[in-house]
């Protein structure tokens, strides 16, 4: 075992560092108080210096233009961009975009390669994943019910969704959509890439969250498909093959979201540390003299250290061994990590007092954004059944434990 | 001891959770969306509908038109009231011009009684208070900066503050002001009624709160001060006596705000009961017969309920031997209900899954706006301290336990 | 509503407070440290003094030669005898043997009356209740698996009990036993009264808890029952009536077990308190004067003062209603108060240090020994589903909530 | 950064866990009954096996006979030897032998070495290290009361101290005493080794910790010395060096208890899987289908694997730059991983039910033996307030972050 961060890793970190104090954090309180959607001109400069420091797809292989980096690096990496809610934006990583990078890499025929994980690579579109349904519980496939019935040579889409990330303003979704209702559980599915200009998509609404529709990539649209028609070939990867794909783009992206909820920590922990030692309380007294604030400040830090340790012990897992070897790890970190968040993010605002229910920090953003942490990729009570299973698999009589 | 409610309360209960049911909950959606600011009608005619329910200005004397109830039965009726956000400003008892009126019935001159008490009783003003200032610890009265100089018969303010909900379209602020700097910590301010068009009384911004900047009443603006001069008269109460109102102004505030958040808890788990006993995980299984579920449900269920009976004692305890006696019980239950008010809204959000997050369900909207349960009125910490140090005081050697 | 506690209550716990101060504490120790089995002499001396006080049987019927009391006013009792171990031993409220008198009470032929119930009212013999069995879950009435057997004018009982407390030094057991096995679950089985000293009745050990087997009273037994016969007049109640008679006498059990946790509660928060207040850590500066130890106090006094208030309504719902109409506040107070007395049990520990690990206060008694509280009359889990089970069904589509 | 186990350990642990399995366990119950001091014979015959196994003396160098391990290695080690409390004991690695033995290693003459540091290795003698006071704040080594006065050749001793693990036939103490009452806080004390038949040594009890005084090494003595009487040349270490020493002896003390805790969480967490997976409830349905139960495994399995990382970089730390590096993160594990044992415990036992209250499981031996834990070597509080100290030096202004 050997804790060290090999030398070349250090020094993309520290390049990051350099690039997150250097571009992002000075443009940050702007970009949050106009809005990502408002802020086209910015994130395009932040891009730029993102290329120009050898930023730009981290996620990717060397080959699609990215750094090529193990899960291990891209963690370290991917913590240090969580800092801030533009960090991962300006590198060309951020959700659901690079998942979409991901499942295109791997099955995009070559007419769908040019098409659409060119421009995406290259940042001159954007594209959202339509999984989520309103009506029915995620967490159960079965339940799916926007179908796509083959019609000729076409797809006919026909349901809805919602919590469809940056629907606003993106070229294309992958839609997940039932293609054979009578098959098995997990063979029921596939998906297809869909134009958003195609006649009979529909953007519904920007769906509010915590009184905040926002726009574009800052967005979570519900969408409706009525008799929405695409040629066959828009399938992406095996035909009924959607779960299998789903479940290949929410494994890494529940790592990834891992990754970066640790770097808001951090900067929660970073916050809540200057304050507690600046804010005075008396002449002579700051807050950080007293002992609640005290105890919150090492719990969590060694909570959040912990849970940085457990991540990337599952991406070092990954890189080893691949996903299976780390199915149980992943469902650990998916709710031990977001409870980490939460627990840190309300002590930080705590720590804030009113300033941290303001928007005058980043604090109030993460609060609310972030929320949904216990909740999307699967809550993590979903994840605690799951880890729990296979737990209690182990234990059964007539088992070696 | 008798934990019956009497008739005549009980009847006063049933009328306001039918004015609730029937003017209240299908005007909620609409004003939420809107924002009250915008809504002047909806609230207009909910108020002329409370009027004629009886239910107006249920905190206030019978001589200045009101119910004339124990602070016990305000207790009760104001937690079914705070079953939405619209029930205290239906009926005229909402922050900050419920305690606004309170100090202005004991401490208005006629002249003021009649400028500014009356409109406010026929809900004809809107009011605010302005205490809290940006740079300063609120728990600390020595840290007062914002200041009312003597300048012939004149008071000059200088200063700032913050968190003055409601600022944003009052006809005044009743201002706290530091009127004698040299004096001990609790004789150094007093109050003083500014109309808000009073030159140098300048609204910087409303101050943006989870992202949400709000409007006038829904709203708590920055406010700066700059020679801003009102006439001697317009000091309220003793002069020097600044605290001592503020104080009074502030128990049984914080009576009220547990009151009110009691309304929204009883609100979250109506909601996560009713959510929970419907929503289908697959066919004839619903979330409810979730273990993890129930136990959320009987836990909050059994919090809710003693956190209640806590608030009612205090009340019932101030209404027979008044607030000094009620001192402990105040900040116990100031922290108590805040803590469980936030547990029971994050647990509801939970089991609303992604449905919780988004502005469908009222729960977002308590979500954010009362994450400052923990934090105003003092935050629950000093609050703590506060308890302990007299139930200390009352275990030093020498003393009785 | 009204919370004050009226003269004549109010008087009895005074003297209460008196007889527990002047001959309770003082032995407290001894008895301890000696051995409850082991401290005949000072046991007699103190219920003698609880004669003479007024204070015997308070859970009786005046008929019974008891107080009397509605179950309100007991619980108020029982709170400040349960400031010590001894203090429902003294008084001859102590469990098993309380609940056995109650169903006695109402069960008992006058035969039985004569035999089993007199002497136990006068203290003069002790009792025991065999209910739980160590292989079948005891929240299962289906699992029960003691059978008694009718045989001619004979019951024979085979089977296996255990945690039947104070079985060791018991002249009787009143045991559950399956007496129609093909009948549904709750009409199985049958209560039957065994004197200890009957052939096929062994005590095979009193079971080790926390390293302590104890003796006498103070022991959970393991009994085998090995064709153990008894005349059929050893029936207690209606023949298959034993669920019913289960539950009248756990139900008050549950009750009685919260009133004594409270009372332990308060001995543990005023030496929390007292500790803090006393305890130097430098000169000049008390454990007291820490904040974490600060917001322990005040979370522990909101704590209990709420969950006592939950305890007497619901006491107080039972003298009104009935048992009936608190089956879910029953449940609540089962696991609401067993975790406000872990928690405040815990903090009292730390707070003393390594003296609280020691016999040298009564807090490590109350740790291991109400470390069952979460468990025995149902575990805590069970009731919480229990509960919440109600409260969903009272939001099912087509109820009124 | 690599999270895999060299061959070389890995053989290793299999050889402990083989040892454990073979050695241990089978014994431990009967050693836990009979208890460890009338246990000599099996406890000899375990140590035979360790030696056998290449075992004996994991922590020492291998020129005083050990198997030079990194603390890293060390740390794994100690895992799986906790899992029974005989582990440790077993391999002559248990406190406070272990300390003592670094200690003595470190800083014995020649002649201490010959007479106390070889026969503890060979497992001939026992020892026993008395530092803390029953009357002072450990915390704070300014409240050191015992003395050792320097009189011609000799110190005499005169004081009290208490929790002194293992004095029960102890051959010596290392007693920490202030020789130098004038000095600043850090330099008033001296480490000096007395042997127990030492006239004016006394052993005045075992003290009982929750209801077991113990004896032998099981045991925690209450000590006095009066007019206790040692050779000058007893000193070990530097004279006025006992806090240097105390220190050097806590340190690595603090890495070892987690370690060893992190092996008690295993087990523990291994009987909750195994006790779920088999309990039934009813046919067909186990108390591991239950979802608190389950949510309970997992977050126990997650909370477990991430404090084990912490703990493990922190000894790797160590490894690499030596102790002052790692000072912070001695703090953090040293309150965090108490803090896991002592959740773990108890949800153990809660799903043990009635069963894990009692001796016929190791879980209640561990509650109460490991509810210190949180107690000694430093209250968590006082080791999170030192963590937060040093985190709020790092954000004071003017300081790098």
């Known amino acids: 075992m050997d804790f060290a961060i090999p030398p070349a890793t250090a020094a993309l970190l520290d390049r990051a560092r350099a690039f997150m104090r250097t571009h992002v954090f000075?443009?940050?309180?702007?970009?949050?108080?106009?809005?990502?959607?408002?802020?086209?001109?910015?994130?395009?400069?932040l891009r730029a210096a993102a290329r120009a420091e050898g930023l730009w797809l981290p996620q990717m292989a060397r080959e699609e233009g990215g750094l090529g980096l193990s899960l291990l690096d891209h963690g370290l990496l991917s913590e240090v961009l969580g800092h801030s809610p533009l960090g991962h934006l300006a590198c060309n990583c951020q959700a659901p975009d690079a998942g979409n990078m991901e499942i295109l890499h791997k099955y995009a025929t070559p007419a769908q390669r040019e098409r659409w994980l060119e421009p995406l690579l290259r940042g001159e579109i954007r594209s959202c994943f339509a999984m989520t349904e309103p009506d029915?519980?995620?967490?159960?496939?079965?339940?799916?019910?926007?179908?796509?019935?083959?019609?000729?040579?076409?797809?006919?889409?026909?349901?809805?969704?919602?919590?469809?990330?940056?629907?606003?303003?993106?070229?294309?979704?992958?839609?997940?959509?039932?293609?054979?209702?009578?098959?098995?559980?997990?063979?029921?599915?596939?998906?297809?890439?869909?134009?958003?200009?195609?006649?009979g998509f529909r953007r519904v609404r920007n769906v509010p969250i915590f009184g905040h529709a926002g726009a574009g990539w800052d967005s979570h649209a519900e969408l409706e498909f009525t008799a929405c028609r695409v040629p066959k070939h828009s399938l992406l990867g095996?035909?009924?093959?959607?779960?299998?794909?789903?479940?290949?783009?929410?494994?890494?992206?529940?790592?990834?979201?891992?990754?970066?909820?640790?770097?808001?920590?951090?900067?929660?922990?970073?916050?809540?540390?200057?304050?507690?030692?600046?804010?005075?309380?008396?002449p002579g007294e700051r807050l950080g003299d007293k002992q609640i604030v005290q105890a919150w400040l090492a719990e969590c830090r060694a909570r959040i250290d912990a849970a940085r340790l457990l991540v990337l012990r599952t991406a070092w897992l990954i890189d080893q061994h691949g996903f299976a070897a780390a199915r149980d790890d992943i469902s650990l970190i998916k709710f031990h990590v977001a409870e980490v968040l939460s627990e840190v993010l309300d002590r930080a605002i705590q720590v804030h007092g009113a300033l941290g229910l303001t928007d005058d920090t980043v604090l109030a953003f993460f609060y609310t954004r972030?929320?949904?942490?216990?909740?999307?990729?699967?809550?993590d009570e979903v994840h605690k059944v799951a880890a729990a299973r296979r737990i209690l698999a182990r234990h059964r009589p007539g088992r070696e434990g």
């Open 26 to 45: 000075p443009v940050e309180p702007t970009v949050l108080a106009r809005g990502v959607a408002a802020s086209d001109d910015i994130v395009a400069s």
């Open 136 to 199: 029915t519980a995620g967490s159960n496939p079965t339940q799916l019910r926007c179908a796509a019935r083959l019609d000729g040579d076409d797809y006919v889409l026909d349901g809805r969704k919602w919590f469809t990330t940056g629907a606003d303003g993106a070229a294309f979704a992958v839609v997940m959509a039932v293609t054979d209702p009578a098959a098995e559980a997990h063979r029921r599915a596939s998906m297809l890439i869909v134009p958003t200009d195609t006649p």
């Open 370 to 379: 972030e929320r949904g942490a216990r909740i999307y990729d699967g809550p």
């Open 238 to 282: 095996p035909v009924h093959g959607g779960f299998v794909i789903a479940q290949e783009r929410l494994g890494p992206g529940r790592i990834h979201h891992c990754m970066r909820w640790l770097g808001i920590c951090e900067r929660a922990l970073g916050m809540m540390a200057a304050r507690a030692a600046t804010r005075e309380l008396a």
